[in-house]
């Protein structure tokens, strides 16, 4: 702190962001209803980063890592059905 302002750079570190996380399911549910919805989706997501860096809750790192995260999870579905060459997932699922 220098005169009671905080300085630049002197954000909070919480690794990994949660604001992030939430905000690249959302995107991800946008953009696997409708292709219209996408941009809506993506944009949110994109605010919530800046802002989350720009305000200094997070590093920039956190949020990246975050999105990349849930992005994964947000593609293993189709992930899974492209590796098993099938419609759907086969969870638990004995084959007859």
Known sequence: MDGGQQLRGG?????PS???????LWAGYLVER??????IGLGFLAVILYLSVYTGWHYAVDG??????MGLVC?????????????????GKSAA
């Open 11 to 15: 954000g909070i570190s919480a690794f």
């Open 18 to 24: 949660m604001h992030a996380a939430m905000a690249t």
């Open 34 to 39: 409708s292709r219209w919805l996408a941009p």
């Open 64 to 69: 990246i890592a975050s999105a990349a995260a």
């Open 75 to 91: 593609a293993a579905p189709a992930l899974l059905r492209r590796f098993r060459g099938r419609d759907t997932p086969n969870f």
